[in-house]
């Protein structure tokens, strides 16, 4: 009589999974505890209700009294920090690691007046060599509490950079810090001031062992249509018919490299440029009088999309704190259902082929 026994190294299909999984219910039901005792703990775990006597008691109560001393924390485990072997995908170099929206109270120089303490976003990112596995994330944030309590400049940026590229042994870094900064300012006509506030970005960046700080500022105008001005005015002229020209409230992101060698470039320096290249800013506190007066600011001053790029970036050609920059303006239009953009570059830091496809999106100011 001949026997065949089955191929150990067969994988077995789901029905014969569900049989041996049956036998071992049959089996738990009579088994001894030390019968039992004697399963591997993930076999164990398979029958419904059953315990496993050697599977260890857990505490599930907080231990407070607790405390961490250095052979402990040898100890733990730490996947970030570990061997090559344990990359998962591509063994390619990361150009930008690190945390994003890390919020800490920051103070900052005025042009005039005493400092000012603003919440404070930060993004701060490094390389990853091919190499290595990964960065340990609270080290940015430890490197940059040593020198938040400093009156913030980019010379504490390139401290806190400085400290966390070491600990983070990387070659390439970037810290980029968010807030809002409030100027006051007063009304067209009727005396009365309050504060505009301003988005405003500081970004330190080293690549290849060069460093460029760069200040980023959003600036938010009304934009009165040449083409509907002068169309409105022909109705009026020719056949005596009321119009009125479109205009809607447009955001520029004005981006610059600061030059090192230059003296100091304030942020109310940078808002100043702004208010000369186009001057219908939006209004803080306004009365009747201050109404008709922005009216007629922007009929003084009508700019398409390409105008204002132009117009911004004749003033930064202008001014020698100023490298490489940006601008990017948005037009959020009142006569269309869509916005009408412009981009234009000075210099090789912000020339790209391809653009961010939510950039536009992100020029909507929310007040």
Not at 57 to 84: C, H, I, M, T, W
Not at 122 to 147: C, D, P, Q, W
Not at 236 to 242: D, I
Not at 297 to 315: G, H, M, T
């Amino acid at each position: 009589m001949n026997f065949h026994t089955r191929d150990m190294n067969e994988t077995p299909d789901r029905e014969e999974a569900a049989a041996a999984l049956d036998v071992l219910r049959a089996w738990a039901k009579t088994a001894t505890e030390a019968e039992i005792a004697q399963l591997d703990p993930s076999v164990a775990r398979l029958v419904p209700g059953l315990v496993p006597v050697n599977y260890p008691p857990l505490s599930r109560s907080y231990p407070e009294e607790f405390e961490v001393d250095d052979a402990y924390k040898a100890s733990l485990p730490d996947l970030q920090n570990g061997p090559s072997s344990l990359i998962r995908g591509a063994k390619q170099q990361i150009q930008h690691v690190g945390i994003s929206n890390f919020r800490l109270p920051i103070r900052f120089h005025r042009k005039e007046g005493a400092d000012l303490t603003l919440e404070t976003s930060v993004t701060g990112t490094v390389s990853l060599e091919a190499e290595k596995k990964g960065i340990n994330m609270s080290r940015i944030m430890r490197s940059f509490y040593k020198h938040a309590e400093r009156t913030f400049s980019f010379e504490v940026i390139e401290a806190a950079l400085d400290d966390y590229k070491s600990d983070l042994e990387s070659f390439d870094a970037r810290i980029q810090m968010r807030f809002s900064y409030p100027v006051k300012v007063e009304s067209l006509r009727s005396g009365l001031s309050g504060y505009q506030y301003y988005d405003i970005a500081l970004e330190l960046v080293e690549q290849n062992g060069v460093r460029q700080k760069i200040m980023h500022l959003d600036y938010v105008y009304s934009s009165t249509c040449p083409c509907s001005l002068e169309l409105s005015e022909h109705a009026r002229m020719s056949r005596g018919q009321l119009a009125t020209p479109h205009s809607q409230r447009s955001v520029a992101r004005i981006s610059v490299v600061v030059d090192c060698d230059a003296d100091c470039l304030w942020f109310e320096d940078l808002i100043a440029l702004c208010r000369r290249a186009v001057p219908t800013e939006t209004q803080v506190m306004v009365k009747r009088e201050d109404e008709q007066a922005f009216a007629e600011l922007n009929a003084a001053n009508p700019i398409f999309v390409e105008d204002a790029a132009r117009s911004f970036c004749a003033e930064l050609l202008a001014d020698h704190h100023v490298g490489d920059f940006r601008v990017i303006a948005s037009h959020q239009e009142s006569l269309h259902s869509h916005d009408a953009v412009s981009v234009l570059t000075e210099g090789p830091t912000f020339a790209a082929a391809s653009l961010d496809p939510k950039l536009f999106n992100t020029l909507f100011h929310v007040g």
